[in-house]
């Protein structure tokens, strides 16, 4: 049975808006599938192993015809800044003492969605920068977790003293490029400074020079990887599983596995997102570990 040309046009317009949640890389066509979950009343989670880019790689961008699988947490406004979140943010034990990661020898940056550990940990990672709310702030102070921050210059030169006040509060600042351009086909000399301009400008604004990178949309090539390399960072990162609208949405099955590198946004529902990413963590009774400590 053929289908009216205007029903055609709903049914592509709602698989693209399904694609368009799945994260930051969400937009490009080319994204690891995501498969269903059936949503948990405690948030569920999960996804698949990872590892450096010399061995297995990451696909870089979603497929728009695969829909990801969702953990629906709850969609309440978030709370003005000095809020109390103590009922909503689950408790853990300390994380254990990091086993590092064996780095390859290469010219090019290892890339990752997942440290091959066997520890009980996962790694929160919040993107970009666009979005300041303020009651992030506490929010991260009082949930006591690590947290890594992959900023994008042209996202946060406005403010910069904002991201100061976050690592003030534990949280650690790394290199997401200067405009957030796809780095993929690109010329060396333009993936070079994209890396090597934002971790320097970082630096001087933070004190500490960015080791770590993460590729805008998750795309890259082998350029992006020496690029990287040459510009003193250490590893390249993609992800597992991603956090919008509070919603958790997995690559495979519904439980965050070890190892796993969740990716938010600085977005307006942060402290949903957040709590979110907490909550999927601890269902699977993982706890909550700082990416920096595995990458030697």
């Not at 946060?156 to 351009?181: C, M, S, W």
């Amino acid at each position: 049975m053929l289908i009216p040309h205007f029903r055609a046009r709903r049914v592509a317009a709602a698989v693209l808006a399904v694609a368009t949640l799945a994260g930051c890389a969400a937009s490009k066509p080319d994204h690891p599938k995501w498969t269903e979950a059936a949503p948990s009343a405690a948030v569920a989670s999960s996804a698949v192993a990872a590892s450096p880019a010399s061995s297995e790689v990451p696909p870089p961008s979603a497929s728009p015809a695969a829909k990801p699988s969702k953990t629906q947490t709850s969609t309440a406004a978030a709370p003005p800044a000095g809020a109390n979140y103590g009922d909503r943010l689950p408790k853990f034990d300390r994380p254990p003492t990091a086993d590092k990661v064996h780095l390859p020898e290469s010219n090019l940056a290892p890339y990752y969605s997942r440290i091959q550990t066997d520890q009980p940990v996962a790694f929160i990672t919040i993107d970009d920068g666009q979005v300041k709310r303020p009651e992030a702030l506490d929010l991260i102070k009082q949930a006591g977790v690590p947290v890594t921050l992959f900023l994008m210059i042209d996202a946060i030169r406005n403010d910069p003293q904002y991201f100061k006040r976050l690592q003030d509060a534990g949280a650690v600042i790394e290199a997401h490029t200067v405009t957030h351009q796809s780095l993929r086909g690109k010329s060396y000399n333009v993936q070079r400074r994209e890396i090597c301009d934002s971790a320097d400008k970082l630096g001087n604004w933070y004190g500490r020079r960015p080791v770590l990178f993460r590729p805008p949309y998750g795309e890259k090539d082998e350029t992006t990887l020496k690029a990287a390399h040459d510009c003193g960072i250490h590893a390249a990162f993609f992800w597992k599983e991603t956090v919008d609208k509070g919603i958790v949405r997995y690559q495979q099955g519904n439980t965050v596995q070890r190892g796993d590198i969740i990716l938010m946004h600085f977005r307006d529902r942060f402290v949903d997102d957040f709590i979110a990413a907490l909550q999927a963590i601890k269902a699977a009774g993982l706890t909550p570990a700082l990416l920096e400590d595995y990458i030697p």
